[in-house]
């Protein structure tokens, strides 16, 4: 079973940036489509970006022109670039296949946009 390790959350203010990197035990990247996703506290899940085998990506309307994904199969990591931070973007992230999850969940990383 592969296993995803989430990192480079953290505390900041708005406006500020964050890379999240999402690393997996195995070679998958390069055949299916990778997503991120996040839950805020009382929200259901949802994906905020995604990148197909071949690096097309997609964007939720909410993160889109701030956030980019992008993905280094040879390092089996998928980043999140996340610019212009909004409080609103406050929230655990995750990665996980697109469209089915059916990849364990990671423990995530928290994101906090504060001031």
């Known amino acids: 079973q592969v296993q995803l390790v989430e990192s480079g959350g953290g505390l900041v203010q708005p406006g500020g940036s964050l890379r999240l990197s999402c690393a997996a035990s195995?070679?998958?990247?390069?055949?299916?489509?990778m997503g991120w996703y996040r839950q805020a506290p009382g929200k259901p899940r949802e994906m905020v970006a995604r990148?197909?085998?071949?690096?097309?990506?997609n964007y939720a309307d909410s993160v889109k022109g701030r956030f980019t994904i992008s993905k280094d199969n040879a390092k089996n990591t998928v980043y999140l670039q996340m610019n212009n931070l909004k409080y609103e973007d406050t929230a655990v992230y995750y990665c996980n296949k697109y469209p089915r999850v059916d990849l364990a969940w990671g423990q995530g990383t928290q994101v906090t946009v504060s001031s």
């Open positions: 195995g070679s998958i990247f390069s055949t299916i489509t």
């Open positions: 990148i197909t085998f071949g690096g097309t990506t």
